[in-house]
Nanobody
Framework: QVQLVESGGGLVQPGGSLRLSCAAS????????MGWYRQAPGKQREMVAR???????NYSDSVKGRFTISRDNAKNTVYLQMNSLKPEDTGVYYC?????????WGQGTQVTVSS
């Protein structure tokens, strides 16, 4: 059984930065690709960043150049560094496998970008 716990969200002004963390329990973390997902108000959840078990990364066009995903397999943690935040980045951020498993969704962490 895998449990994912997101943290690091908050209220930030446009142009600001936040660093999200996702701590994973279980033994599979180091061998799976992970993703960060975002659900904006009134919209479906979407993947914004992905990292392979080897550290290769991919980003959605909306965050490319502003967000950086990374992982520390020794700590079973994946991070999302978010810079130059925009109001449209507002939403609940979740982590999961890059092929998300329904039972692994956590509570997420709220990110609000507003002046």
């Amino acid at each position: 059984q895998v449990q994912l716990v997101e943290s690091g969200g908050g209220l930030v002004q446009p142009g600001g930065s936040l660093r999200l963390s996702c701590a994973a329990s279980g033994t599979i973390f180091s061998i799976v690709a992970m993703g960060w997902y975002r659900q904006a108000p009134g919209k479906q959840r979407e993947m914004v960043a992905r990292i392979s078990r080897y550290g290769n990364t991919n980003y959605s066009d909306s965050v490319k150049g502003r967000f950086t995903i990374s992982r520390d397999n020794a700590k079973n943690t994946v991070y999302l560094q978010m810079n130059s935040l925009k109001p449209e980045d507002t939403g609940v951020y979740y982590c999961n496998l890059d092929q998300p498993i329904r039972g692994y969704w956590g509570q997420g962490t709220q990110v609000t970008v507003s002046s």
